[in-house]
Nanobody, 126 residues
Framework: QVQLVESGGGLVQAGGSLRLSCAASGRTVSSYGMGWFRQAPGKEREFVAVITWSGATFYADSVKGRFAISRDNAKNTVYLQMNSLKAEDTAVYYC????????????????????WGQGTQVTVSS
């Protein structure tokens, strides 16, 4: 089993930055794909970014050029650097992990991940 704990959320003004962290425990996740999703009030959870086990990164169009996902395998941690934040980035942000058994499944969908964190709130004031 893999446990994921997000941190780093908070309140920030539009144009500001935040860095989210996702600490994994229970297993080493260096061979896992690691993603970030978000859910705004009244909306479905949506894909934000993913970093594969090999280090390839993919982003939602809405955050491309503003957000950056990275991983530190030595710390079993994944990060999401969020810059130029907008009010529409306000959401609960979830970290997710996909084991090797799910390689080939959709990177951009919930069902492509088998472990989830509890989420961290990000609020961007305009």
């Amino acid at each position: 089993q893999v446990q994921l704990v997000e941190s780093g959320g908070g309140l920030v003004q539009a144009g500001g930055s935040l860095r989210l962290s996702c600490a994994a425990s229970g297993r080493t996740v260096s061979s896992y794909g690691m993603g970030w999703f978000r859910q705004a009030p009244g909306k479905e959870r949506e894909f934000v970014a993913v970093i594969t086990w090999s280090g390839a990164t993919f982003y939602a169009d809405s955050v491309k050029g503003r957000f950056a996902i990275s991983r530190d395998n030595a710390k079993n941690t994944v990060y999401l650097q969020m810059n130029s934040l907008k009010a529409e980035d306000t959401a609960v942000y979830y970290c997710a992990a996909r084991s090797a058994s799910l390689r080939g499944s959709n990177l951009y969908a919930d069902k492509g991940y088998n472990y989830w964190g509890q989420g961290t709130q990000v609020t961007v004031s305009s």
